[in-house]
């Protein structure tokens, strides 16, 4: 087994090398506990550091640790790790990658196999889509969004690209970052999968510790507390909006929606307060909260702050608390605030106050 | 609508269809297909999940069914007839914008049909700029929705795999949504120093400064008063900012059709971004969101009639847009031969292939297409011959 497939495990050749090896992975979890502690390594990595950690030095112990590791994630099948564990082992690849890029040292590359930008395109099919150009690279625009449409910064959104000729320009830099995401992808591919029972038997201890771990973890912000009344203007008049069953523009659905799910309503409740109307469409509403709560999709989404809401046009009726107190960072800042603030009988929940009007 | 009008609508939608050939989308068998049958009463009745399978072959069905809606979705599948998106299998889907009267800012109320139409050609026309000269797709099929608007399938082999969220990016970059003055100027190394730059060549960058230009040659056209108050009309430009500004434009145009945002100082930048608001006003494609980022989406068959108007869902040539009139050119020729008895319930003026109507209320005898249209849009009952 090779030293390169160790350090990059999600490569297909990598992949192909466990196969022939013909590794039976139900003996490894029982008799290679070092195989077992490494994927641990790997999982506590992403959950601590957001890397999956150093390089075992035995490379058949690393290799066969990413298996392990998919495993226990498939097991614990909490979408928090999930999505932690795949952006760890992103990072980690990005460190390593761009690190070997970076050195061109022609003495050290004989002396162990390394990665090259070309191959590292060739794997993600990015070789086809992305050419080189004086200034940097071009990208074709489907392969562009194909990696890049979950990236939540406003420069990879595509309106600020100079998309040209159907094709993005990119940094070296943003090449990479791009890559990252693929790597990112690629990991979350098919994870959770179906686990055969004998090798879940085996690894009932790691998933018990697992699942400990991400429980102390606290790892949503816990407010769980709906008082509407509180809430800042720009949710106060998303909302009202809402209820008036006026349409919304997507982010503008997306922005209420995500900031509801947060401050802890599920999707029956937010359809309730919505009220929604036939109009407005009870389907789709429950589409996108449960898109939003990752419960049919791969990314768990939170509310954006005042930056993203300020660019879309959605911040509105600004108030002092949003300039002084929380200096315009998150709408989420805002509603700790003003919970804080108040006394604690003043708070009547929104859906206790539900609850009393239908008893 | 009147049963003997309903029974009429469908015989003659029936002998268009066996009249005419149609051409099929692309891997017809592996989409979804779904039909309006002709039905009374105020609710329609809306049969999906279908294959062609169990329609059997396009133009037979067509003949035999005589809908009164037609579509096909945007997505292929393994299971096209399995009744839940998981059994179907998703497997690629086209994208498709939808433009439609409804959704443009520019429509009023009281314009007519055609006048509605032709605005929705303009937005057509600034959509296809951005997929032809931003996207470079070049599997486009412009088509008359035979309704309210027009449809774009865009077949790339690039964008058959995308998501709803990248499809999301592709509708904002045509609408001009999130466009950030912020990001659009970027900060280059030059030598030693940066400097911030607009881009020219690409994006909504070269949009922008395109019109930055325009907006330069219009300020050289007056004398320096008259361009000094012209500056100071935008916001965030006082008499400082509009003569360091007017300065930039005089002694270094070419830096500022170089891109160049650092001559002119923050004047300029602010000019630019009050220019990004004009610019996105204008050019945008005001198409309908969930449309194209829905990739199981069902879309009117080409080649069909619209119930709803009687007109031909039409392909059209690219280059034969700009003469492209709807109302003459969607026509059925089936419904051209001869004059037929209707009973007006809804009077007013119609404009329809290329003549001009005012009808009176009650019985008439009018051109066939015109009857069609007007019972089609419920302004009409099928009188007696």
């Known amino acids: 087994m090779k030293p390169l497939h160790a350090r990059y495990p999600f490569l297909a050749a990598a992949r192909e090398a466990v196969e022939t090896a013909d590794v039976d992975l139900a003996g490894v979890v029982a008799r290679e506990q070092p195989v077992v502690q490494r ?110 449409a979950d990236q939540r910064d406003d420069e990879w959104r595509l309106v600020n690209r100079d998309l040209q ?82 349409h919304l523009e997507h982010h503008s659905r997306f922005a209420i929606a995500a900031f509801l799910t947060t401050i802890g309503m599920n999707t029956d409740e937010i359809v309730e307060l919505f009220q929604v109307n036939p109009g407005f469409g009870e389907e789709a509403t429950r589409y996108q909260v449960d898109h939003i709560r990752g419960a049919t999709s791969p990314t768990e989404y939170s509310p954006p702050s005042c930056a993203t809401m300020q660019s879309y046009g959605d911040c509105v009726n600004m108030d002092d608390i949003c300039e002084d107190v929380i200096e315009e960072s998150h709408p989420l800042n805002y509603y700790e605030h003003r919970l804080e603030q108040a006394d604690d009988e003043e708070l009547t929940d929104w859906r206790e106050r539900q609850s009393e009007s239908k008893s | 609508m009147e049963e003997q009008t309903l029974r009429y609508l469908r015989g003659r939608f029936g002998d268009h269809y066996r009249r005419s050939e149609l051409t099929p989308p692309p891997f017809a068998h592996e989409r979804e297909w779904g039909y309006v049958p002709w039905t009374e009463g105020p609710g329609e009745t809306y049969v999906r999940h279908k294959s062609l399978l169990d329609l059997g072959e396009l133009s037979d069905f067509l003949a035999r069914e005589r809908p009164r809606h037609v579509y096909f979705s945007a997505g292929r599948y393994e299971n096209p007839s399995a ?60 088509v008359f929705s035979g309704g309210r608007g027009y449809h774009v399938h865009v077949r790339d082999e690039g964008i058959q795999h995308l998501q709803r969220d990248a499809r999301r990016e592709i509708v904002d970059y045509v609408r001009g949504i999130g466009l950030d003055p912020g990001s659009l100027i970027r900060t280059e190394m030059r030598g030693n120093v940066t400097a911030r730059v607009l881009p020219t060549d690409g994006g909504w960058g070269r949009r922008v400064h395109q019109r930055l230009l325009a907006f330069v040659d219009e300020l050289e056209a007056l004398d320096e008063a008259d361009a000094l108050a012209r500056l100071q009309e935008l916001d965030g430009i006082g008499k400082g900012r509009a003569e360091t500004v007017y300065g930039a434009i005089k002694r270094n145009r070419a830096a500022i059709e170089e891109g160049n945002m650092e001559a002119g100082g923050v004047g300029i930048r602010t000019l630019v971004d009050s220019l990004v608001t004009e610019v996105v006003e204008a050019q945008n494609a005001p198409i309908d969101e969930p449309v ?94």
Request: hydrophobic fraction near 35%; proline fraction near 5%.
């Open chain 1, 165 to 246: 000729d159907g094709e993005v320009p990119l940094s070296e830099e943003e090449l990479l970052e791009l890559l990252r995401q693929a790597v990112t992808h690629r990991i979350e591919d098919g994870l959770p999968f179906d686990v055969p029972e004998p090798i879940a038997v085996e690894l009932s201890a790691e998933v018990e510790s697992l699942r400990e771990q991400l429980s102390d973890l606290d790892l949503t912000r816990d407010i769980d507390t709906v008082v509407p009344e509180r809430f800042p203007p720009c949710m106060k008049y998303l909302l009202d909006q809402v209820q008036k069953g006026e």
């Open chain 1, 39 to 148: 994927a641990m390594d790997r999982l506590e990595g992403a959950l601590y550091d957001g890397t999956v950690g150093d390089v075992h030095r035995r490379p058949r112990v690393e290799l066969l640790s990413y298996p392990v590791a998919r495993v226990l994630v498939s097991l614990v099948d909490e979408h928090v790790l999930t999505r932690k564990y795949a952006r760890a082992e992103a990072q980690t690849a990005y460190d390593r990658f761009t690190e070997e890029l970076a050195t061109d040292d022609p003495l050290q590359s004989t002396d162990t196999e390394h990665l090259t930008l070309d191959a590292l395109l060739q794997e993600f099919d990015l070789a086809r889509a992305a050419r080189e150009t004086p200034e940097g690279y071009r990208v074709a625009v489907g392969t562009y969004l194909e990696h890049a």
């Open chain 2, 292 to 385: 194209s980022t829905d990739t199981n989406r069902l879309i009117r068959l080409p080649g069909s009639i619209h119930g709803g108007s009687g007109l031909a869902v039409k392909r059209i040539d690219r280059d034969a847009i700009d003469e492209f009139d709807p109302l003459a050119d969607a026509v059925p020729e089936t419904f051209r031969k001869h004059d037929i008895a209707v009973e007006v319930t809804d009077c007013g003026r119609v404009e329809l292939d290329g003549d001009s109507f005012t009808l009176q209320e009650g019985e008439l005898s009018v051109p066939e297409s015109l009857g069609v249209f007007l019972m089609c849009r419920g302004r009409a009952e099928k009188g007696q011959e």
């Open chain 2, 83 to 142: 009744t839940t998106m998981g059994g179907k299998n998703w497997r690629r889907s086209d994208l498709i914008f939808d433009l439609d009267a409804d959704h443009l800012p520019s429509a009023e109320p009281d314009d007519s049909y055609g006048e509605m139409l032709a605005k929705c050609k303009d937005a057509l026309l600034r959509l296809l700029d951005f997929l032809e000269t931003d996207f470079a797709f070049d599997d486009l099929t412009v």
